[in-house]
């Protein structure tokens, strides 16, 4: 209960208390903001107001203190060109932080630790790990023949597009199977399947066709092959 407040707190504070001209005016002024300042308090309102006790504010002032650090890094290292991965990172931050406070306010002293090293969290972080950094570079290395073929022509689609994709398919078939729900891969598959079928009709690029349904395969078939895997041994723990 307390983790969904302050994720809450978290997702207002940052998507709906923060307008564009703040945003902007953060990244003109980096540190010497009073807008980052502003919207760093704001979380911890809101976080104190969605609680109602004032024995949780350490609580709130390490967030408050940690997203203000956060933001700060953002904003001194960020360029237009890595704009996008540094929201990633920030917003990947500052959930580990909340993640972090639960765990340590919930579970005192050193269970938390239990709870991170124990071999199933392993299993599924080193699984996922796999998914979406080892499987991108293997099927670029396996599919590099075919690509040098297929690609010969200037190539109009947005940068590392494919790369994403991949890594968000795999990452959903690999959750879909983990919870069991084999039915989410079939609908993926054919949701693909759709927006594909548009790009290849049109083509008429055999060499295209067969080196999508490859990369296809591929990609599906090693996400299947790791998430099956870690269910054996997690079972088998």
Known sequence: MIFIKILLAHILGDFLFQ??????????NKASSPKLYYHVMIH???????????????????????HFFIDWAKLSFQTKKNKTVWFIVDQLLHVAVLVA????????????LTIINSLP????FTAACFLSFGVAI???VLLEPWSE?????????????????????RLFVFVFILTGHWEGVGFLIAAKSVFRFGDL?????????EYILIG???????????ALLSLYLIKMI
Request: without cysteine.
């Open 19 to 28: 307008s564009r001209a703040w945003v902007k005016e953060k990244e003109k």
């Open 44 to 66: 911890g309102t809101l976080i104190m107001l969605f609680l109602w006790d004032l024995s949780y504010w350490p609580l709130a002032l390490t967030v408050v203190v940690s």
């Open 101 to 112: 406070v639960i765990l340590i306010w919930d579970y005192p002293g050193m269970e938390w």
């Open 121 to 124: 969290v392993w299993i599924v």
């Open 138 to 140: 293997i099927m670029n």
């Open 149 to 169: 073929k297929v690609f010969d022509k200037a190539n109009d689609s947005l940068p590392n597009a494919g790369k994403y994709i991949g890594i968000l398919e």
């Open 201 to 209: 009709k049109e083509s008429k690029d055999r060499k295209l066709t």
């Open 216 to 226: 296809t395969l591929m990609s599906f078939g090693f996400a299947i092959f790791t």
